[in-house]
Nanobody, 119 residues
Framework: VQLVESGGGSVQTGGSLNLSCVAS????????MGWFRQGPGQEREGVAA???????MYTDSTRGRFTASRDRAKNTWWLQMTRLRPEDSGMYYCAADTVDYGLRASYTYWGQGTQVTVS
């Protein structure tokens, strides 16, 4: 499966962005996915995840501000980010697998990333 993220950009503190991850090559129906962030010189960290049954997982930092969702008809996952903070800045990646890895960066399929900058 191929993944393509979009929706990143530059926003001010407190702003919002809506990221999308479009899958091709297979139906997302049986896939779990995660959203990951990587800042300069930092390790990639999970910020949200949604499994094939639509169970959601967030970190303490993102819970209440980020919302992960999916649209099976459009083969797309979404990450709505609100009340953004400078520390949310980084390259955001979506990742998917038929195994549910939650917030662990063990997924097989990865997108190319989309940059988010909060100032």
């Amino acid at each position: 499966v191929q993944l393509v993220e979009s929706g990143g950009g530059s926003v001010q503190t407190g702003g919002s962005l809506n990221l999308s991850c479009v899958a091709s090559g297979d139906s997302i129906k049986t896939y779990a996915m995660g959203w990951f962030r990587q800042g300069p010189g930092q390790e990639r960290e999970g910020v949200a995840a949604i499994d094939e049954d639509a169970w959601l997982m967030y970190t303490d930092s993102t819970r209440g501000r980020f919302t992960a969702s999916r649209d099976r008809a459009k083969n797309t996952w979404w990450l709505q980010m609100t009340r953004l903070r400078p520390e949310d800045s980084g390259m955001y990646y979506c990742a998917a697998d038929t195994v549910d890895y939650g917030l662990r960066a063990s997924y097989t399929y990865w997108g190319q990333g989309t940059q988010v900058t909060v100032s």
